[in-house]
């Protein structure tokens, strides 16, 4: 005999909500237990608004959890922060021989540069039981050494130029390439006319900055930036935002006498033409032959016309040609600015390349200084530069120009951004007014390393200078004045040639195309 079958509404109590349901459930007397919880299931979706609540509350507990357990995990990070440091972070000795037998573990060397600069930017609290700052300043130079694969010796000169957090900045930021910027040949365009065209041509592109009228930075392009019409036509000049700087700071005049002592491959000389209007006389010399082609090249292609090239040891400009309005010295350097580009840099620097180039730098910049002259009306200015950040290329140099010739001080350099030169560094002091130099890096500015400063010459008389360079000087721009300098005969010269050319060519047949489309 099969039992009695009950229905839901036996089982369940009656209300509105159970009449509505419409269906009947049957359930087996062993089921019956359950009976409790089936009514509650169906009240809990009852309707569509009353799931809606549900799930919203469920999802609401959801979200207070998960943060709950963010909070927990921030927590726990920042014990384990604590841990980290407070246990031993330096290497014990037998740990670094070890470490010099086997290839190195970067991944654990960056985790230790964190943990030092942790420590020193907190150094009273986190600091080990008998190490002493320097312990920590010299392991962090080993392992930014090793990890970013410079000397020792050029990483210790990099790192004390700056705070501990921002030396890593810097040492990062010469991993990354610098943006690609033009500058506009104003000769022959303007800026938005070449902007338009380069835009046309599928370049994307932005002005440089407010700091400069001519300059546009390149972020993408579908042609070759240095092989479009506009490039071979001569409308912009690749060029690096940073030395754009030197130029803006010498601040050339029209009809001046001007020279670039190291001008080659022509991005500065040109400039400097460009800010001239192609009026005066710019004497573009560089020691190297080989270069010059370059800035001869660029020189034809930008359509300048008021450049003399030539090749001179610097060192001999006071003797051979003097009395120049402006002379721009961007000055051979180690290239400790421009690591990005030349990667080399971080190895093939020793100390004898220091100690050489700021001999040479010195004696260029004294040769510069005797070639202005201070009588200029509009000029007698000297830009010493380079794309260096060191002190000792930099500071140092003017420093000691400034002992060694009192006849110049330093001015204002007129650029509206950049850091200030150091007037003291590690316990030596140089000359107040050094803070009227100006030093951009690429962490901070987003250009090459670079420093600038500029430089007055107030008298042409100088104690414990020899006054026979000051005779050869002169003797040398009456040879000069004499040969090759004389209008009168330049004038007459140029028209028999002009009456010569065109005889010839009355006697040529006119040019036939011998191309038919």
């Known amino acids: 005999m099969q039992k009695k079958r009950k229905t839901a509404k036996d089982l369940i109590s009656s209300s509105e909500s159970e009449n509505e349901l419409g269906f009947e459930e049957l359930v087996s007397e062993d089921e019956s237990e359950m009976g409790d919880v089936i009514p509650d299931a169906f009240e809990s979706f009852d309707s569509d608004e009353d799931g809606k609540e549900h799930f919203e509350s469920e999802s609401e507990e959801e979200e207070e959890i998960s943060d709950n357990e ?8 920042i014990q384990t922060n604590i841990l980290q440091t407070e246990t031993k972070i330096l290497p014990s000795g037998q740990e670094i021989e070890k470490d010099m037998q086997l290839a190195p573990d970067l991944q654990l060397v960056q985790t230790r540069i964190q943990q030092i600069v942790n420590v020193l930017n907190n150094f009273s609290q986190l600091k080990e039981e008998g190490k002493s700052r320097v312990d920590y300043v010299e392991q962090l130079i080993e392992d930014i050494a090793l990890y970013y694969g410079y000397s020792k010796y050029l990483c210790e000169m990099l790192f004390h130029l700056f705070p501990v957090s921002e030396a890593i900045e810097f040492f990062e930021a010469n991993e990354v390439p610098r943006p690609v910027t033009i500058r506009t040949n104003t000769l022959k365009t303007r800026r938005r006319d070449l902007a338009q065209a380069l835009i046309n041509r599928g370049v994307n592109l932005d002005p440089l900055g407010e700091w400069s009228n001519v300059g546009l930075q390149i972020y993408e392009s579908n042609v070759p930036i240095g092989a479009t019409p506009e490039y071979m ?6 060029q690096a935002a940073a030395s754009m700087l030197p130029v803006m700071a010498l601040e050339p005049k029209e009809n001046e006498r001007i020279l670039d002592m190291c001008a080659a491959p022509g991005g500065k000389t040109t400039y400097i033409a460009q800010m001239m209007k192609n009026t005066g006389c710019l004497f573009a010399n560089d020691v190297n032959k080989d270069r010059l082609k370059g800035l001869v090249a660029n020189v034809h292609r930008l359509g300048i016309r008021n450049v003399v090239v030539c090749n001179y040891d610097g060192h001999q400009f006071p003797k051979v040609i003097g009395g120049f309005d402006r002379v721009l010295l961007d000055a051979p350097c180690s290239g400790t600015g421009v690591i990005s580009k030349d990667p080399s840099v971080k190895i093939n620097k020793t100390e004898k390349d220091f100690q050489y180039l700021q001999h040479l730098q010195k004696e260029l910049i004294l040769a510069a200084i005797d070639s202005v002259d201070a009588n200029s009306k509009t000029g007698g200015i000297i830009v010493y530069s380079t794309c260096s950040v060191t002190i000792e290329e930099n500071e140092g140099v003017i420093d000691y120009i400034l002992k060694k010739r009192p006849n110049v001080k330093l001015i204002p350099t007129g650029l509206s951004f950049g850091k200030e030169g150091f007037t003291s560094f590690r316990g030596k002091k140089f000359h107040p007014s050094l803070n009227l130099t100006r030093r951009y890096y690429p962490h901070t500015h987003n250009m090459d390393g670079f420093f600038v400063a500029k430089l007055k010459k107030v008298s ?50 006119p040019f036939k195309k011998s191309f038919k489309k």
């Open 70 to 77: 963010k909070e927990k995990l921030n927590q726990e990070e």
């Open 233 to 238: 036509q001569g409308h912009y000049m690749l």
């Open 460 to 509: 042409n008389k100088v104690a414990g200078v020899s006054e026979n360079i000051s005779k050869k000087v002169k003797l040398d721009e009456s040879v000069e004045e004499d040969v090759g300098f004389n209008s009168d005969e330049d004038k007459v010269y140029i028209e028999k040639s002009k009456k010569k050319n065109t005889k010839k060519n009355t006697k040529r047949k």
